[in-house]
């Protein structure tokens, strides 16, 4: 997956934030936080999810299905991957 590799430093940084923001939500839910204050934090993590997702998706529909992505074959394959994960994101 060469283009995580070329990303691999911005991709570590925004799980690191995703990191800290789950941090972030059991240290409120231990000290019984407002509930709106648990909602925010459980929305913003998922918004940060989606963001690194479609990311990483974009960088893989370009590098394996793009216009210099190997042999039809191969792109089949790949697609059929793809969707198989966007199916098990969605649910």
Known sequence: ??????????LLARIRRI??????LEKALETDSDCNAVL??????RGAING???EVL????????GPEAGDPQQ?????EQVI???RSYMK
Request: glycine share 14%.
């Open 1 to 10: 997956m060469a283009h995580t590799i070329k990303g691999k430093q911005q």
């Open 19 to 24: 990191k800290g923001q789950a941090e972030g």
């Open 40 to 45: 925010q934090q459980i929305a913003s993590i």
């Open 52 to 54: 690194l997702m479609a």
């Open 58 to 65: 974009e960088g893989h529909l370009r590098e394996h299905l």
């Open 75 to 79: 792109r089949g394959e790949d697609l």
């Open 84 to 86: 198989g994960v966007i």
